[in-house]
Every structure is written in structure tokens, then in C-alpha cells.
């Protein structure tokens, strides 16, 4: 097991003294986003070519989010952060992004983010700094990204807090499913129409969802040898509670 400094001081020293390539803070940043939300993430060019300033393109709540990412190795001067933030969301604005993400692995108190989330108006702004960059990579769920991305081990304690997360949702999935085999139990059941010549000396079965009242009932498929009826037809089935045809597959 590597040795760690605690309290989450590694993951902040190895983010802050980031010795990576720019893509390689892409392409974090761009899992981060995935974890956190964020839906269509879709990043330009990690390995070089121009973007215009878009880093990465998602989405949330309907809005389309530019993503700019900057990782320098080691502190800079608040102004040189501040520049390039500016930088940035001009770009945004230009190429008429609705709103901006900005990663900097830096440290920004909270006057200075007030700043920033001014500075990018009307666009609202999400700022992924230092410290939040930090503790979402110190989560159980991120430990993985934290591994490849920084090459921080879980240490006994996070492990036993992955394990608890993970033994928490397959619980609540448990409850989830024992929920619908209850509400399911008392469900109707009814065979399928089948109007078409073959050989079948197989029976199946599934759950249907009736497309016109919602009603969830259980279609089943009996053996049969030989049925003789009009060629070309479907295999159908009768909604028990309004009588509503539909097809079987």
C-alpha cells in the first residue's frame, strides 16, 4: 500500500504540483464531469488541434456548458489565474457557449470565486478548483480516477468506506426490486395470440406494458406444433384491463 499523507493532503499536493500532460488534465477532468451530472461529454482535442477554447462540450438542465481546463505545475500568482479565466470565457462567449466550466488545479478563496462567477456573466459558471477538484477524487466512487490519474493507492479506512458505499446500493437495488416484484405479484396473465404457420415446442414469457392504459401484465407464449391460421400476421396480445391489441414482440 503507498504511503499517503492524510486528511486528503496527497490528492492536493498531486494536483497542485501536476507533472502530466494537458491531456492527460483533459481527460480527468472530462471523467469528473461524467461523475458529477453531466450528460454528452465530449472533449475536442486532448492530444493538440485547435478548439476554439472548448476543451470539453456537455451538457446539464438543458444548457450547453463549454469546458476549459487549466493545469499548470505548481502555485501561480492569482493574476495569472484570473487571466486566464478571461481568456477563457471570452472564448466561451464567442463561440456562444450558455454556460462555462473552468478546472484550474489552483487554489481560489471564496472573494475570488465570487470574482470569477462575476466576471462570466450573464453565463453562469462552475468552478472546479483546487480543493474541489481534491475532495471529488477523494470520494468512493472517484478512487478509480484517483488510482489512474494520480497514482494514490486507497488506504484500509477508504477501502472499508468503498465497500460500505458499495454494499449501500445494492441494498437500496435489492429494496428497489423486492418493491416491483410486490407491486407485480398480483399481476394478470395472458397468452399470446399466435397467427402464423410454424413449428414452436418452446413456450416463453414476458412483461408487457399496455401502450394505451400503462397496465403491466405478463404475456405468455405456449408451445405449439403446428398452428394454421393466415400467413403473415403477428403474434399479438389482449391488454386484460382495457382490451387494447398490440404486438407480442
Known amino acids: 500500500m503507498t504511503s499517503k499523507r492524510p486528511g486528503g493532503r496527497e490528492t492536493w499536493h498531486r494536483l497542485l504540483e501536476w507533472d502530466r500532460e494537458q491531456a492527460d488534465a483533459e481527460r480527468l477532468a472530462a471523467r469528473l464531469l461524467a461523475t458529477s451530472g453531466y450528460v454528452g461529454v465530449d472533449p475536442a482535442h486532448p492530444l493538440g488541434g485547435p478548439d476554439g477554447g ?4 456537455c451538457k446539464s438542465n438543458d444548457i450547453e456548458w463549454i469546458v476549459c ?10 493574476t495569472e489565474v484570473r487571466g486566464k479565466f478571461l481568456s477563457d470565457v471570452e472564448k466561451a462567449k464567442a463561440s456562444k457557449g450558455e454556460g462555462v466550466i473552468f478546472f484550474a488545479n489552483q487554489e481560489l478563496r471564496l472573494s475570488e470565486r465570487a470574482e470569477f462567477e462575476s466576471l462570466a456573466k450573464p453565463l453562469p459558471c462552475d468552478l472546479y478548483h483546487l480543493e474541489k477538484i481534491a475532495l471529488a477524487l477523494d470520494t468512493p466512487r472517484n478512487y478509480g480516477l484517483r488510482l489512474e490519474f494520480l497514482s494514490i493507492e486507497m488506504t484500509k479506512e477508504e477501502q472499508i468506506s468503498f465497500f460500505n458505499e458499495r454494499d449501500q446500493m445494492l441494498g437500496e437495488v435489492y429494496e428497489y426490486v423486492k418493491k416491483e416484484n410486490n407491486r407485480h405479484s398480483g399481476m394478470q396473465t395472458v397468452f399470446v395470440q399466435q397467427h402464423f404457420d410454424y413449428l414452436n415446442p418452446l413456450s416463453d414469457s414476458k412483461l408487457i406494458e399496455c401502450r394505451n392504459c400503462g397496465e403491466v401484465f405478463r404475456a405468455e407464449r405456449t408451445p405449439m406444433w403446428m398452428h394454421s391460421c393466415v400467413l403473415g400476421e403477428l403474434e399479438t396480445v389482449t391488454c386484460p384491463s382495457c382490451g387494447k391489441v398490440q404486438a407480442f414482440r
Open 54 to 57: 472548448r476543451d470539453i462540450v
Open 69 to 78: 481546463v487549466y493545469f499548470p505545475r505548481g502555485a501561480k500568482e492569482y
